[in-house]
Structure formats: structure tokens, C-alpha cells
């Protein structure tokens, strides 16, 4: 839930999901069911090169998409993200057009929720994946790049991101403990913040990776923070990725 609807006083239902596929899905009867319960949709790792085949997929739905990459002669695509939106809601969301290939930016008007917000949805490939640049094996540093991009555009704008990060975690702090500037000599150019919420994970029997440690590290800097673990309907840090070699934490909400 990102928040609630003045006019109607209806909450406004989102979820993400990394989907594995979109194409075999279309005809999925149950699968269409499950998703239209929502009022906005991200299906991640869409694999779709060409999202004209997938278009229209549900009814009173408007829908925006990233296409997924051909990163050699064989083999399926790579990535891909598809952002449905109800009809009634989609004129407050206005699409931010970008040069970045791993999320959808959307602005939404403070009208729909009382703040302007910049709301992402990312596919973020694992660290050192060909889709990346030869520069920037950090997919997480590239979002960063985006948001400072995204930032100075749009000033006042709070942000929410949410998505398939590839970033694992474990239960670290995703802010400064006792953020203060007391013994700094920048204090008239530093505000630190008062956030100070634990969180937690059940995905605490792996290590944290090089993605996980930039996410924590790109949340202090932004101040902004996960709800994962730390909100009503997650107070526990559930786990979101499962998969026959291991169940982790890998889709936050920031």
C-alpha cells in the first residue's frame, strides 16, 4: 500500500513481481486474477524484447514498458519491466522519459496523495551482468546516478522505489546510527537525519553482497529507507525470492 486516495478515500494497492517470463504467462487465467487485485502492477524480468505482442494484456489498464535486451545470438532476452496502471488512477502518473534502461520513473501528483512523489520500478541485473556497462558493474551505483539525475529535475518530489534489486542485505543498518554533527566541522552544511527504525530479515543466512552493501549505503547517503521489515504487513522481513538453490530477500520497497 503506497498510500490513500483523498478523493475516495480508497488505499491505493501496488505490488511488484519478478514474473521469470511474460510471454507464458499471457494465457494464464489465474495469474491475470491474482495481479488484477492490484491498482498498480510491476512485473520485472519480463524477458520481452518487444512489448507490442504483450500489449493489452488487462482490461481497464493503461500500461508502460522497458523492453527486455538481447545480450547475445542465442539465448532468451534479458530483463525487461511492464508497469500497469488502473485507468481511473493513470492520469496522476505522468512517465519520466530516461536514457536508463533498468526502471520506469513515473512522477505522481501530490493531488492522488497530498505529496509529489518519483516513483520507480527497477529490474536490477546481478552485479557484473553483461547487461551493464564495461565502466559500472554496480547496478545499484547506476541507480544512484539516476535518482541524482531525477533529484535535481524534481526538487520537491519524495521518492518510493521498488523492485527486483538483486541485493541482499541480511538485517544491516540502512541508516546512520546517531547521525549527528557535533564533532564535524561542517555543521552549518550537513543536516543529519533523526531516522531511526530497526528493521528486520528473515534473510539472514547468507552474506551481504557487493549490491547489498551499495543499497545500504545509497540509503544512508539519500536518506530514504526500506519498509521491508520495518511496516504493517512485513514487520518480520519476509523473504521474497525463492528459487530451488536458495530463498532470500531480493525485491525491497525503498
Known sequence: EIGQDPSSQQTVNFIVWNIDGLKTKLNDVVFKQSISKFDVIGLVETWVSDNI?????????????VDAVRLGKRGRCSGGIKVLIKKHLANHFKRIKSKFQYGLAFTIGKELFGTDLLFIVVYLPPEGSKSYPNNEPNGINLLEEEITILQSKYPNHKVIISGDFNARTNNELDY???????????QHFYSPSEFDIPRKSKDTHGD??????????????????MLNGRTTGDVNGELTCFTHRLHSCLIYLV
Open 176 to 186: 546512520i546510527l546517531d547521525d549527528n554533527v557535533q564533532h564535524i566541522p561542517i
Open 208 to 225: 551481504i553482497n557487493n549490491h547489498g552493501r551499495s543499497l545500504l549505503e545509497l540509503c544512508k547517503s539519500q536518506d530514504i529507507h
Open 53 to 65: 505482442e504483450c500489449n493489452n494484456m488487462l482490461p481497464g489498464y493503461s500500461e508502460f514498458s
